[in-house]
């Protein structure tokens, strides 16, 4: 059974807040008030991926036997904000599940990493198929337009196998499974951004 700490879900609440507001900033054009408007649109497009990206990771890891539990990273929200209001552009580390187990093998390591990106590839599928369900018109279009492109993003940033991303740990235990999960979360990305546009 998943259990989540009070300090966990303050953590995770804190963070997709976080999260949503640069992105609407960034996506705004860096206007306040539109950013504001924008939050709604952005916590569902981008927090929703971010969100279940880390419980993915938590659920099989608790499936695993382990203990897991997001902790936010205050230095990494703080450099989001700075990064979006200074700079212009999201750079954005605002915690992450942390695992605990007396030993965990290279193989369930590599499924728990691969858990979040492959999420975040089902959530850009689901967003393609309500874009062509809201008649690619209108505030629905551009929410699950920017669902599939965000979500998408994410899949193929955490796969590139560099030091702490997800991507890593996948090559590590298994470089077929990490060529087709990121060839596949690629070839979404290159889609959602440039196949959706009107």
Do not use: C, Q
Not at 34 to 50: D, E, K, Q, S
Not at 58 to 64: N, Q
Not at 83 to 99: D, N, R
């Amino acid at each position: 059974m998943v259990k989540f700490t009070s300090n966990e879900i303050r953590d995770i609440i804190i963070s997709t807040l976080v999260i949503a507001f640069v992105f609407a900033f960034i996506f705004s054009g860096r206007n306040i008030s539109a950013t504001i408007t924008l939050m709604p649109v952005t916590l569902v497009a981008v927090g929703l991926g971010f969100i279940f990206h880390e419980l993915a990771h938590k659920y099989v890891a608790i499936r695993y036997g382990y203990w897991a539990e997001y902790k936010m990273w205050l230095e990494g929200l703080f450099l989001a904000l700075v990064t979006a209001v200074v700079f212009g552009f999201v750079f954005a580390a605002p915690g992450a599940v942390y695992i605990h187990g007396t030993y965990i093998r290279e193989d369930e390591n590599g499924k728990i990493s691969l858990a979040g990106p492959v999420t975040n590839l089902i959530l850009a599928l689901l967003f393609i198929m309500l874009m062509h369900l809201s008649a690619f018109s209108g505030i629905f279009y551009y929410l699950f337009a920017l669902g599939a492109t965000v979500n998408s993003f994410l899949a193929f940033f955490n796969l590139i196998p560099f030091s702490v991303l997800d991507g890593a740990k996948v090559f590590h235990w298994n470089r077929l499974i990490w060529i087709v999960t990121m060839a596949f979360a690629f070839l979404l990305m290159i889609l959602t951004m440039f196949g959706f546009r009107r």
